[in-house]
């Protein structure tokens, strides 16, 4: 037995105890294979789980490594057991491998004649498998890449995808790192270079093919798309979250690779422009008309040779099915966390590409490339005439009665009063709670009917110190860069979600000019659904090593 901080346990629960002085090593230790699902205040709780592991090994990480880190940590003796389990786990991945074969084109290649029958044999690979060439190797049409990649792993035989992809259209571009298209106000060229995680992010992507890449918001993430353009010198379909998202990528493309504006193009609602750079919202793409998606042939417009993914925890299913026909394609997909609230990291993992490379939060900090942040949950006790209301309602109707709590309106209010003066957002789910606040505090709003050209006018005058207060709806959770918001203060989400958590704190992580700390608030109502949902929301954010202080809204007011 020794001192460690984790206990290990034969139900592949890691406990680790938080207060612990090598707590902090060992959290960073496992952060790349084992998933945290509670984390109170002394104990937090990992799991083991096949993806997590079968992402491990896809990032480079072996099963030598992951039992060294659970016996160098735990406290106690590791259950035999759980070790071979785990080194069995990791072993199931590559043990089938598509391939390129000279003669034959796509094959799934096993290295384990026994794998191979039983995956011929399972219904599931039904229509999927071609010819059998001999005990090891199976012909597969090129169109079914995707969906088989997706079998295997519901088979629990992930495959390691070798077969190489098609070049695609060549178009020349380089990384303006001499600064030359964004030059100073003295017109002076101010010039840059990537970051060291930055440049590992796009060796990891290039050297594995395919995949994801995981960065805190504010750690340049829009960078490593452009090196990895750069790197593969061919036309490029980039999709994004909204339109708002789709010119900050433009603007930066022009302000940092030798891209021309006429070599850019926007396909969204209100622009379909096809060229050698095209930028195109999931909204657009997953409109349908009379049953059909009407945009699909974008995906054919160009012989595309890199398809870039933001946000991709973001994915709707019809992107999913889309992907299944791009797997000749060079995919990369970008964000700050691997969190699905619909659990389906499974299709991510198999259509995009495993994970290739993971920054912890507290690391880039630590590095001074983003900003420090101090999270507060400020609790909120109702009124006994707004507890009987809640007590009383319908549970569908619960979780907004408590989130729109009235008594949150004047909790706003005395912190964006103790942040006076500071670049400060107000988020919310619900519009008329938020029409209510922006009255109250005398701030611009923005929802989802708001213009995009308005939209782009109230964040410019946000960035440029014109107005310090701005009231938003979910549509800011994404993809809006406002590097000196430095205070952002919750009132409602969408009930549990642990990814817009992760996003809304990441809206104030952009490094500051001054090196000051970020502030994030949430507003969260005692002993309601709201505070439940809240300690969901948090999980991921401890995970990467954020603290929740909780104090009383009362405590507050009396400051």
Not at 39 to 58: F, I, K, M, Q, S
Not at 194 to 204: D, K, M, S, V
Not at 417 to 433: R, W
């Amino acid at each position: 037995m020794t001192d460690g901080p984790l206990i290990v346990q034969s139900d592949k629960t890691l406990l680790l105890e938080v207060d612990h002085d090598q707590a902090e090593a060992c959290r960073r230790a496992i952060a790349p294979f084992a998933e945290l699902e509670r984390a109170p205040e002394h104990v937090h709780t990992y799991r083991l789980t096949p993806l997590g592991l079968w992402n491990a090994r896809a990032a480079g990480h072996d099963a030598e490594l992951v039992v060294s880190v659970l016996l160098e940590y735990s406290r106690y003796p590791v259950p035999h057991a759980l070790l071979i389990d785990i080194a069995e786990t990791m072993s199931r991945y590559g043990r089938l491998q598509l391939v390129q074969d000279p003669v034959h084109g796509l094959v799934l290649h096993a290295l384990d004649k026994a794998v191979l029958m039983e995956v011929m044999r399972s219904k599931r690979s039904a229509g999927l498998l071609g010819a059998r060439l001999d005990d090891t190797d199976v012909i597969v049409h090129p169109s079914e890449r995707g969906h088989l990649k997706q079998v295997l792993l519901k088979l629990g035989w992930p495959a390691e995808d070798l077969a190489g992809y098609v070049n695609g259209e060549a178009h020349a571009m380089s990384l303006d790192t001499a600064g030359i298209s964004n030059p100073g106000k003295d017109g002076e060229p101010r010039p840059w270079d990537l970051r060291p995680y930055q440049n590992q992010a796009i060796e990891g992507f290039w050297h594995g093919g395919s995949g994801v890449i995981v960065l805190p918001c504010g750690a340049g993430k829009t960078l490593v798309g452009a090196g990895a353009m750069a790197r593969s010198q061919t036309t490029t379909l980039i999709l994004v979250t909204n339109t708002v998202s789709a010119r900050q990528w433009r603007d930066e493309l022009l302000k940092r690779t030798s891209l021309t504006d006429d070599e850019i193009g926007e396909y969204s609602g209100a622009r379909k422009e096809v060229r050698p750079v095209t930028i195109a919202t999931y909204q657009v793409m997953t409109t349908k008309r009379k049953g059909v998606y009407t945009h699909l042939e974008l995906l054919d417009a160009r012989d595309w040779g890199l398809v870039i993914y933001d946000e991709v925890h973001l994915l709707p299913a019809p992107i999913f099915r889309m992907t299944a026909d791009l797997q000749a394609r060079r995919r990369l997909g970008l964000t700050a966390t691997l969190v699905r609230e619909d659990g389906r990291e499974d299709e991510v993992f198999s259509l995009i590409g495993p994970k290739r490379f993971d920054a912890p939060w507290k690391d880039i900090e630590a590095q001074g490339y983003i900003a420090p942040a101090d999270c507060v949950e400020v609790r909120l006790t109702m009124p006994e005439r707004d507890r009987m209301i809640y007590a009383t309602a319908e549970p569908e109707d619960r979780y907004r009665l408590a989130a729109t709590a009235p008594g949150k309106n004047h909790v706003v209010e005395q912190l964006v009063a103790k942040h006076e003066g500071e670049p400060t957002l107000v988020i919310g789910q619900y519009i008329d709670q938020l029409e209510e606040l922006a009255a109250h505090l005398g701030a611009d709003l923005i929802t989802g009917s708001t213009t995009v050209p308005e939209r782009q006018r109230l964040y410019d005058a946000f960035r440029t110190g014109q107005i310090t207060k701005l009231v938003v709806s979910k549509v800011a959770n994404f993809s809006i860069d406002l590097p000196e918001a430095s205070v952002a203060i919750q009132v409602s989400g969408s009930f549990g979600s642990r990814q817009e958590e992760a996003q809304r704190l990441g809206r104030l992580l952009r490094p500051k000019v001054d090196g000051r700390t970020a502030h994030f608030y949430a507003v969260v109502a005692r002993d309601t659904v709201d505070q439940d949902f809240a300690a969901h929301r948090q999980r991921f954010l401890a995970e990467q090593g954020y603290a929740y202080t909780i104090i009383d809204a009362e405590d507050l007011v009396a400051d």
